[in-house]
């Protein structure tokens, strides 16, 4: 009957673990899960049906963090807040008033209203921030050596590397891009070295000192060492 698919909607929308209010045309607030509520504690007793979307991000701005707030004053805040809850802005992502961190999301309605989708990605973002800095220590240090870094996805197969490699290799990055080590042009090794590599590649363990000769662009051999560590993602990926 209309009465249980209704129930079903409704209990479906309770059970997200994802924070999702609904606002009709005036942007006042027709819905809300619980997620959303607990997403916004220190205003939570404010977000009740009928209350305005502007109303509550002026609540809010005393308890936003300060990287949210950006030296911006309330009107300044307020404005921008609203705007891309209206507007087709592309999500993003902020720290609540807690430690956790929220991507948002609001997307305009067929009717006019507007839905708001609040999801927390702590974790995914901690480990992108966690990936830059290393990131950044490993291109420091290939640049103080002379020597380059690369990254590879989890097929094997060259997806990033720092400037240096076209110095060590003689030819444009984009060259390299897509292809495992082993196919590198010209590409020799060990076997017994080349089963170790593989091996730990497979079991995503560390390797080092990994010896292999590879072709320059010119023709000339280039033998190269390499050490490398599977850095892991948040879904073992």
């Not at 009928?50 to 309330?74: K, N």
Request: aromatic share 10%; proline share 4%.
């Amino acid at each position: 009957t209309l009465q249980e698919r209704a129930g079903f909607i409704e209990g479906a929308f309770s059970a997200m673990s994802a924070g999702v209010a609904v606002w009709d045309t005036q942007d006042r607030l027709v819905a809300c899960n619980d997620a959303f509520l607990s997403m916004y504690g220190p205003v939570r007793e404010l977000i009740t049906v009928g209350a305005r979307y502007e109303d509550l991000v002026r609540a809010y701005y005393p308890h936003a963090p300060v990287e949210v707030i950006a030296g911006r004053s309330l009107e300044q805040f307020v404005r921008d807040s609203c705007r891309r809850h209206s507007g087709p802005e592309a999500p993003e992502i902020v720290r609540n008033h807690g430690d956790r961190w929220m991507k948002l999301t609001d997307a305009r309605t067929r009717q006019g209203g507007v839905v708001s989708l609040r999801v927390d990605v702590t974790e995914q973002h901690l480990f992108e921030i966690e990936t830059r800095k290393r990131r950044k220590v490993m291109d420091d240090l290939a640049e103080l050596t002379y020597d380059w870094f690369w990254r590879t996805d989890l097929t094997g197969r060259f997806v990033e590397f720092n400037g240096l490699v076209e110095v060590s290799f003689r030819m444009p990055v984009g060259s390299l891009l897509g292809k495992r080590r082993e196919e590198l042009t010209g590409f020799e090794a060990d076997p017994e070295d080349l089963a170790h590599y593989r091996a730990c590649v497979e079991s995503r363990r560390p390797f080092s000192w990994f010896r292999f000769r590879a072709l320059r662009g010119d023709g000339t051999a280039l033998w190269v060492a390499v050490t490398g560590r599977p850095l892991t993602a948040a879904k073992g990926t």
